[in-house]
């Protein structure tokens, strides 16, 4: 896939799933890069599985 359907990708889920950057967003846990890094593997993961 592209960079701009994988960026999509993550913006669809963060706007069904947007307690994934919860954390993040308080300073909890690793922080917003490591957040948005998760997000995107998340949505490649997706991708592979519509493959």
């Known amino acids: 896939e592209s960079v701009e359907e994988n960026a999509n990708l993550v913006i669809r889920l963060l706007i069904r799933r947007p307690e994934c950057l919860g954390p993040a967003l308080r ?3 690793d922080g917003l890069m490591k957040a948005i ?4 593997k998340m949505s490649e993961r997706i991708a ?4």
């Open 37 to 40: 890094v998760d997000a995107n």
């Open 48 to 51: 592979d599985r519509r493959k």
């Open 27 to 29: 300073g909890a846990g």
